[in-house]
């Protein structure tokens, strides 16, 4: 391929993540070289499936554009996961969520070893705003 780009980032198609996606990758300087996977539940599907859709996108921009690093990010308030109502608390619900990013970067890192996998979690602090953390 005659182009390529360094990361991609995995995240929920919610629309309340796209102003908060948008401006962390203006910020990092990523915009123009992170191929932009959006599927309900994030890493849901890698974590559910075998190899799921999520997964081959992966495979594809690694494949087909070089990627270096990948980022995987799940947010509070997914109905994919059944929304912030399936939890006690915000606490309980944030480490959940950190539970399956762990997970989807311990398979994917035995996929890809050379691939650096960077977790992230978007916390839905109402309908227009998402605080986005490097978790790991």
Known sequence: ??????HAIVHCMDFRLNPSIQDFLETHDLVNTTDIIGVAGAVKDIN?????????????????HAITTLMLMNHTDCGAYGGSDKFETKEEEKEFHIG????????LKAKYPNLEIVIMLGDTINNEQTNIVVVE
């Open 100 to 107: 399956e990013l762990r997970k989807a970067q311990a398979k």
């Open 48 to 64: 559910d499936t075998e190899q799921g859709f999520v997964e081959t996108q992966i495979d594809l921009s690694v494949k087909l």
């Open 1 to 6: 391929m005659s182009h390529s780009c360094t």
